[in-house]
């Protein structure tokens, strides 16, 4: 027999391809679903030295991060907590709606532009942080955020004021 250089050729079917894995991040199905009650017990085991975080997470079915953000002592409480610490307190916040309703009242119409500057002035004489110092106002997305905290308050574009409502208003009639 004679040896030949050639290499046999490959069928098409033959050829195995490794299935490519996404790696995309998927998030659990039962996200945010555990409880106050477990996140006390297992942050109180974590403080007692009873076990690892990552055992008291897998234990309680707790989020680990979460946990240990609660375990560490950067979070407050047993509560869900989302997104950043407010700028101004709720309390705060409510005290300055009272405040804009007072001044749509005595006359000074709610236009975006004074909410955010009376919010800011508030945020100064509180000494509270947060808002730019740059620009001396309160921001855009914090004005949209407030307005759907407080749907009782609506912000108008103020009208003009008409000739004969402008003559009216004057010491001398106001006076008759």
């Known amino acids: 027999m004679e040896k030949t250089n050639k290499t046999p050729k490959r069928r098409a079917h033959q050829h195995t391809t490794k299935k490519v894995i996404s790696h995309q991040r998927r998030r659990p199905k039962n996200i945010n679903q555990w409880s106050e ?24 079915c707790l989020p680990r991060s979460t946990l240990q953000l609660r375990v560490n002592g950067k979070v407050e409480g047993f509560r869900r907590v989302s997104g950043r610490k407010p700028i101004i307190s709720s ?17 000074f119409p709610l236009s975006g532009k004074l909410v955010r500057d009376v919010a ?28 759907k905290r407080h749907p009782n308050l ?8 008409s000739a004969p409502g402008a003559s009216s208003v004057n010491p001398t009639i106001i006076g008759k």
């Open 37 to 60: 009650e477990k996140m006390k017990h297992a942050v109180e085991e974590c403080r007692r030295g009873d076990g690892s975080i990552n055992h008291a997470a897998w234990e309680w």
């Open 91 to 107: 309390a705060a916040v409510d005290e300055l709606a009272t405040l804009l309703v007072d001044l749509a009242r005595r006359g």
């Open 120 to 147: 800011y002035q508030y945020a100064q004489e509180n000494k509270l942080a947060g808002f730019s110092q740059t620009k001396g106002t309160a921001g855009y997305d914090w004005l949209n955020s407030f307005m």
């Open 154 to 161: 609506a912000v108008r574009k103020p009208e003009a004021l």
